[in-house]
């Protein structure tokens, strides 16, 4: 998801790279959560809602303030250029769009229906960033007269926050709740989803696998297959949640690797 970029200063090429780093880990984290929501919608299990719930609040919490905060600060300086007009016009339209299909994740009441409006947002989404990152940041940050670093300044929903967020599972031991580990209602372990990243892009794999995870509440378990054995993933599993996640492989090699993590 990299473009080339040519600024008009230093300032705002590094600016246009920390957008798009940030849009990286914003795809990642979307596709992993999506890709665990279709994992498990098919049974209409207690574990598809609680995936749903993780998407629905991934959005709430990071893809929508995204959106909003482009609307206030990167697309009006852009739409002010005559190269860019049409093209801000079709971005504001797609973040309606965007936003509908967030509701409808909300709302419906089918986890295979919202699977699907899941993997429609995720398209979407994706297409978007590649438009953002491959037209719109080069032309402000081209623009002799616009100063991107300085739009960007204190805006975190652009840049990223810098830290982790709270995760469902988190949530549901705030609240009371078990996460699962019991047996008011959790996984048995049979109904153990599998998120196969050997065909997801190199740049989001690992940000997808960290969105996968964060919708894995204590005491569930995730099966990843990975094209080989993935241990400076688990090496940065290891450093973002210490002692969190147990690992086990299933399978090693010679064409893939299956482990399962479970969330202690």
């Known amino acids: 998801m990299s473009t080339l970029t040519i600024a008009s200063d230093p300032q705002d090429a590094a600016a246009a790279e920390a957008v798009e780093a940030h849009h990286t880990q914003l795809a990642g984290d979307l596709a992993g959560r999506v890709a ?13 809602d609680r995936a ?20 206030e600060t990167l697309y009006p300086v852009a739409h002010d ?12 339209a797609e973040h309606r769009r965007l936003a509908a299909l967030v509701d409808a994740l ?4 089918s986890a295979v229906q919202a699977a699907a409006d899941g993997r429609a947002l995720q398209v979407l989404f994706e297409e978007h960033l590649e438009k ?9 940050a081209s623009a002799p007269d616009v100063s991107l670093s300085g739009l960007l300044a204190g805006m975190h929903e652009l840049l990223g926050h810098g830290e982790e967020h709270g995760t469902a599972a988190e949530a549901a031991t705030t609240a009371g709740g078990c996460g699962g580990a ?24 690992h940000a997808t696998v960290f969105g996968a995870l964060a919708a894995v509440p204590s005491g569930q378990s995730l099966v990843l297959v990975a094209p080989h054995d993935p241990l400076p993933l ?3 599993i290891e450093d973002r949640h210490p002692g969190t996640f147990a690992v086990e492989y299933l399978q090693r090699g010679p064409e893939a690797w299956r482990l399962l ?4």
Do not use: K, W, Y
């Open 36 to 48: 665990l929501l279709v994992a498990t919608a098919e049974h209409e299990t207690p574990a598809a």
């Open 52 to 71: 749903r719930a993780e998407l629905v609040a991934f959005c709430d919490r990071d893809l929508l303030p995204h959106a909003a905060a482009e609307e």
């Open 81 to 92: 250029l005559p190269a860019a007009r049409l093209l801000i016009d079709g971005m504001l």
């Open 106 to 109: 909300r709302t419906t009441g």
């Open 132 to 140: 953002e990152n491959a037209l719109v940041l080069p032309l402000l």
């Open 182 to 205: 019991c047996g008011c209602g959790g996984s048995d372990g049979t109904d153990v989803p599998e998120l196969d990243v050997r065909d997801v892009p190199h740049a989001i794999r």
């Open 234 to 236: 688990l090496g940065q």
């Open 261 to 264: 993590l479970t969330h202690r």
